[in-house]
């Protein structure tokens, strides 16, 4: 058992490093020659130091670390090719039920040595990624409107309605929940999309440079865009992704330093570009410069928004106390394909196996307000502050959309928030899914701060939609046939 007096240390050092702000809107950009803004800014994470030269460390060896918004042990784990154990022999003031690290702890973290480590240079921080407390104050359709650029004009019809330039950036980042800023930055860096009075000719199919003849146009190549750094960040920040291929068929190892923002960078440039290009890209004069060009300094601007010791707050399962639901699908992607496995299924059992019509209602996990409404989605607020980029959130899928309650309807933990359905994207059965955020961040449901609904404790399987929950000795395996062994009793 660690001294109380170490205790009071980690919590102490947890309290003075967690602070907050947000960035500020900026003006028109000229077409002529990008400039960085000069604001005067509170500094609240530290400016990138001149890039280190990483030597062959002797296996076990011990090197300084600080730890980085969002940062648990397993990951860090991974990253620095070393065990849990390890790092906590190294470090014992850490409690035993730490899980997420205060942004600035310092550490000791045995090394293992692997080859290929890519650059340490950090484009963005992980708080300018998300779409969290950052971008409260950040209109993109205002902003995109008051630019040169072709942007401004483009025009495509997503999510049953004609959206142009800023309101189609502004859905995606809602769906995937990436900074708005970032995919302005993106699209400005890789089509001039807001210097540029027209869209270059060798650009109008593939503008962000994904050639795939199922993402042509901007929108289609936004929705990759999205979808690739999601899968970059989140394999970063659980220790799943360490070693990626380039364009060129070289091969990048993350350095273990990184952050989870700047690995999903490299991680999406270097799926089309490589070479002298990939390495501008990633480094200062490269995305960094242009973001910096559009919004201001990035370092000065960023504060971690994932806290030490991130707790899930109380939930109940997403049906009546009661009833008898399957668990028909275990950790899978929030949203979109692949990473974050943030995403669990249930469905009525009666239902299971075909889109059928059911009278049983999905229910209000924690008591909150709904913040968002679209087809088959429900968003419910936990923090009552009305702002999905905020606080905790949880995000309900494949509801049948007429009987979802009005946004800013206040639900109380149990009350029903719709009826299980196939409404809202591809689904092969009636089902209600359910994924966690916290400040704009997927929180996976497998981790350090598993989903935890009435003591059933999430795991992942070896696939997505496989795994269990597990409450003691208890064990629910998921399963879309929705057999015995699948189901479970909420309120028990």
Same mark, same amino acid.
């Given at each position: ?44 994470? @530290? ?38 154990? =390890? ?6 003031? *850490? ?6 690290? @205060? ?7 045995? #090394? ?12 963005? @921080?992980?708080? /300018? ?7 409260? %104050?950040?209109?993109? &359709? ?35 929940? #990436? ?21 270059? =000719? &060798? /650009? ?7 050639? $795939? ?8 190549? !936004? ?48 799926? *089309?570009?490589?070479? %002298? %290009? ?61 990473? @974050?496995?943030?995403? *669990? ?15 049983? !209602? ?26 999905? +980029? ?28 719709? +009826?299980?359905?196939? &409404?809202?994207? +591809? ?18 449901? $497998? ?18 939609? &496989? ?7 208890? *064990?629910? +395996? ?15």
């Amino acid at each position: 058992m660690f001294k109380k007096t170490c205790l009071l240390c980690f919590v102490t050092l947890f309290m003075v490093l967690v602070l907050g702000c947000a960035p500020q809107t900026s003006p028109v950009v000229e077409s002529s020659e990008l400039q960085p803004r000069s604001d005067s800014v509170v500094v609240s994470e @530290p400016v990138p130091t001149p890039l280190p030269t990483r030597p062959v460390y002797s296996p076990g060896e011990l090197v300084d670390y600080i730890a980085q918004t969002g940062d648990t042990l397993p990951a860090l784990a991974a990253h620095f090719n070393t065990t849990e154990r =390890e790092i906590r022999a190294s470090n014992p003031i *850490i409690p035993q039920g730490v899980t997420t690290l @205060p942004p600035g702890f310092p550490m000791k973290i045995p #090394i293992y040595y692997q080859p290929l480590w890519g650059s340490p240079y950090q484009i963005i @921080p992980d708080s /300018l990624f998300v779409n969290g407390p950052a971008q409260r %104050d950040f209109d993109p &359709e205002a902003f995109v409107a008051a630019q040169p650029g072709w942007l401004k004009d483009y025009e495509f019809y997503a999510g049953s309605k004609n959206r142009r330039g800023g309101e189609l950036v502004q859905y995606v980042a809602e769906y995937y929940s #990436i900074s708005p800023r970032l995919l302005l930055a993106l699209i400005e860096y890789q089509a001039g999309g807001l210097s540029q009075p027209d869209l270059a =000719e &060798e /650009l109008q199919q593939y503008p962000l440079g994904f050639r $795939d003849r199922a993402h042509e146009g901007l929108y289609r190549q !936004l929705l990759w865009a999205a979808n690739t750094l999601n899968n970059g960040y989140y394999g970063w920040r659980t220790g799943h992704l360490s070693l990626f291929e380039l364009a060129d068929g070289s091969l990048e190892r993350a350095d273990p330093w990184q952050n989870a923002a700047s690995v999903a960078l490299h991680y999406y440039f270097g799926k *089309i570009i490589s070479g %002298d %290009d990939y390495q501008q890209a990633i480094h200062a004069n490269g995305l960094a410069k242009t973001y910096e060009s559009l919004f201001g300094l990035i370092w000065e601007k960023s504060e971690p928004h994932i806290p030490g010791s991130l707790q899930q707050p109380p939930m109940q399962l997403p049906f009546s106390a009661g009833s008898m639901w399957a668990y028909t699908g275990g950790p899978h992607t929030g949203w979109g394909d692949g990473e @974050p496995w943030a995403a *669990i299924d249930f469905a009525p059992p009666a239902v299971a196996g075909g889109c059928k019509y059911t009278e049983q !209602l999905a229910t209000a996990v924690a008591e909150g307000i709904i913040v968002r409404k679209d087809t088959g989605v429900a968003v419910l607020d936990l923090d009552g502050d009305g702002d999905e +980029r905020t606080g905790w959130t949880v995000f309900y899928l494949h509801l049948e959309t007429a009987s979802i309650p009005p946004v800013g309807v206040h639900l109380k933990a149990g009350e029903p928030i719709g +009826r299980p359905s196939c &409404e809202g994207g +591809r689904t092969t059965g009636t089902h209600v899914h359910i994924a966690r955020k916290y400040n704009g961040e997927w929180i996976p449901a $497998d981790g350090a701060l598993a989903f935890n609904l009435e003591g059933w404790i999430a795991k992942n399987g070896k696939l997505p939609y &496989e795994g269990s929950l597990v409450r003691f000795s208890q *064990i629910v +395996r998921a399963c879309d046939c929705a057999d015995n062994a699948s189901q479970l009793q909420a309120g028990k």
